[in-house]
Structure formats: structure tokens, C-alpha cells
């Protein structure tokens, strides 16, 4: 099986570093290029719309930033209703006003890439907390299981555009803590 051409796309870097969902992990992607050049994004964002299609989504809700902006790109190739959730606190919150109109809607999560997929799940969460129906998680690029063992777990389509290998690791556990290698800036 060959490589996915989103992979082209992104720049990675191997090192220690510590994610948003506060697990530590050997690979950094910079994704604040990949939407640098929207055209250039444009036809995979098209592509996943495609592989949604089929699940009867009504609506697209992305996680501020990169998520959001992907799922943009989707909700317009689909002609649906988008939405984005927001990191508040611990968790992601949807503003008041669009979350009326999710009451009811079949709902796809979309993100840039799902790592360990902390931000989907919140995302997950307080879509069911405005009355959405979530149907599906749709991703340029899923890391690893977490978005494969969410989605499963929850019930839900998962359409991913590439998938790569990816190890997480609690800070407590993360072997490179333990040798003393220092936290790279992401």
C-alpha cells in the first residue's frame, strides 16, 4: 500500500515532545503550513468529504484551530451546516449560538489530525451535550489507535485520510523522561 499524497504535506520532526492532551510522544508535525496554502489542502479536505458522504452527516464540527478549518473545508464540499468546538477550561465548548442548531443533526467531528484524540472526545462530548447525533470522525491523518479505539468505542464511523504509527506515553511512564532527555518545543 503507498503513502497517502496529504502526507507531502506536512512536516515532522522526531524528538520529546508534550502534547495538548499532556501525554509525551516522539513525533511533531507543524500543521500551522499545512494551511498556509488552502488550494492546496482544498482536495484532500474534497476527498474526505467524499468518504463522509455516506454516513448521512448534516452537519461538520472541527476543534479550534486546525480541525476547525478542515472542517470548514468539508461542511462546504458536503453543503452542510459547520460548526466548531473551542478549548475552555479542561474541555472544548461549542458558542452558544451555534449550538441550537445542532439539536438533532447527524454530525461528523472532523479534525486536521487525531493523535490521541483528546480533542475529538471533548469535541464528542459536548456535541451530545447540545442534542447532536455524532455519526462519524473524519481525519486528514489519525496517529496511531486513540481515534480508531474512540470511534469504536463510541459507536462511530471513522474515515481517516492516512494513518502512521504513533506512541504516547503518560509523563509518568514516558521512557525518555526517565533518561533525561528534555522537552522539545513543539
Known amino acids: 500500500?503507498?503513502?497517502?499524497?496529504?502526507?507531502?504535506?506536512?512536516?515532522?520532526?522526531?524528538?520529546?515532545?508534550?502534547?495538548?492532551?499532556?501525554?509525551?510522544?516522539?513525533?511533531?508535525?507543524?500543521?500551522?503550513?499545512?494551511?498556509?496554502?488552502?488550494?492546496?489542502?482544498?482536495?484532500?479536505?474534497?476527498?474526505?468529504?467524499?468518504?463522509?458522504?455516506?454516513?448521512?452527516?448534516?452537519?461538520?464540527?472541527?476543534?479550534?484551530?486546525?480541525?476547525?478549518?478542515?472542517?470548514?473545508?468539508?461542511?462546504?464540499?458536503?453543503?452542510?451546516?459547520?460548526?466548531?468546538?473551542?478549548?475552555?477550561?479542561?474541555g472544548y465548548r461549542i458558542p452558544d449560538g451555534l449550538r441550537a442548531a445542532l439539536t438533532g443533526k447527524r454530525v461528523a467531528i472532523v479534525d486536521d489530525v487525531v493523535n490521541a484524540a483528546s480533542a475529538t472526545r471533548a469535541t464528542l462530548e459536548e456535541l451530545r451535550q447540545c442534542g447532536a447525533r455524532p455519526v462519524a470522525v473524519g481525519a486528514l491523518l489519525t496517529l496511531g489507535s486513540p481515534a480508531g479505539a474512540l470511534a469504536e468505542r463510541e459507536g462511530l464511523a471513522l474515515e481517516a485520510l492516512a494513518t502512521l504509527p504513533n506512541t504516547l506515553w503518560a509523563p509518568d511512564e514516558c521512557p525518555m523522561c526517565a533518561a533525561g532527555v528534555p522537552l522539545a518545543g513543539g
Open 1 to 90: 500500500m503507498s503513502a497517502h499524497p496529504i502526507l507531502e504535506l506536512l512536516d515532522a520532526r522526531k524528538g520529546h515532545f508534550l502534547y495538548e492532551s499532556g501525554h509525551h510522544g516522539d513525533l511533531w508535525l507543524d500543521l500551522d503550513r499545512l494551511f498556509a496554502r488552502p488550494a492546496r489542502l482544498a482536495p484532500f479536505a474534497g476527498e474526505l468529504g467524499r468518504r463522509l458522504a455516506p454516513h448521512g452527516v448534516e452537519a461538520v464540527c472541527g476543534p479550534l484551530t486546525g480541525g476547525a478549518f478542515v472542517a470548514l473545508m468539508v461542511a462546504g464540499e458536503l453543503k452542510r451546516a459547520f460548526a466548531w468546538s473551542e478549548r475552555f477550561g479542561d
